[in-house]
C-alpha cells in the first residue's frame, strides 16, 4: 500500500468531493461535486485517514 506522509499538507490535491463528508475546519457538510482540498491525515494510531476540506472557505490553516 503506498502511504505518503502528509505532515505538512503535502499530497493535497483539488478534487470533488462525492457525498456525505463533512470538513473538519468547519464541521459543515460538503456538497456532493463541490470543489475540496483532499488529503490524508497521518494518526499516531491506525491507518491514514482521508479528509475533505472546502477549496475556498477552508484552504488555508
Ligand atoms: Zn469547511
Redesign the pocket.
Known sequence: MDTQPCQTRRGEYVTYCASGET??????P?KTLERVWRCTQQRPTGPARVVY??YD??RTI
Open positions: 470538513c473538519p475546519d468547519c464541521n459543515k460538503i476540506r472546502h472557505d477552508c
